[in-house]
């Protein structure tokens, strides 16, 4: 099978802003069984990079209006040269993950091998209009936790994980990002 390098254009973007740039997130601890299923996976098998429009960054499906507000959310990125990510779906304080490798499938298609059950979904990869106070926008369709359009922010890179022991916590991940996010940050004032 040849391979194909990542999408391309997939996603609507705005102008660059004054205040735009990466946020340096710190480790997270993973839990033990995350940390074993993501070594073995990516030792095992091979799937091809993550595409770098989806790759390294958090997506929400809308903004929460308070750190109790369940939302659904995915990140994804690359471990030793093979895509894996993660389906989140709770508030910032309790939640629940589905781990996943992707596997690049043609142009603005993947497959995600959910790493729990071995169940494989084709999706395909749509560009779509942000809401106000987002930058980035994407459709996967057929996704397998039925939420179908994710939003983010330019600024809300999340670093590649240096090793397969670091993980991809969605949860952590919001507080961070809320160091360079008015937004977020207001979020997180309502409780603390």
Known sequence: MQQEGPPTRVLAREAPGPHDRSVQ???????????LALSTFALAGCSKPAPSELADR?????MPGSPRDSIDAFMLTEIKGRAF???YQGSLYR???????WSNTGKDRADLELL????????AIRSCKPDEGFDLCVRLEGDPKGVVRYQSK???TIPRRKSDAES???????????EDDA????LLDERY
Request: net charge neutral; no cysteine.
């Open 25 to 35: 997130a710190s480790r997270s601890t993973v839990p033990a069984l995350l940390a």
């Open 58 to 62: 958090l997506w929400i499906s809308e």
């Open 116 to 123: 729990q059950d071995g169940r494989i979904r084709p999706i």
């Open 95 to 101: 939640g629940t993950h589905d781990s996943f490798k």
């Open 168 to 178: 991809l916590d969605v949860g952590m991940a919001m507080l961070e990002l809320a």
């Open 85 to 87: 990510g993660t389906f």
């Open 183 to 186: 937004q977020l940050e207001a």
């Open 154 to 156: 330019k600024r809300w």
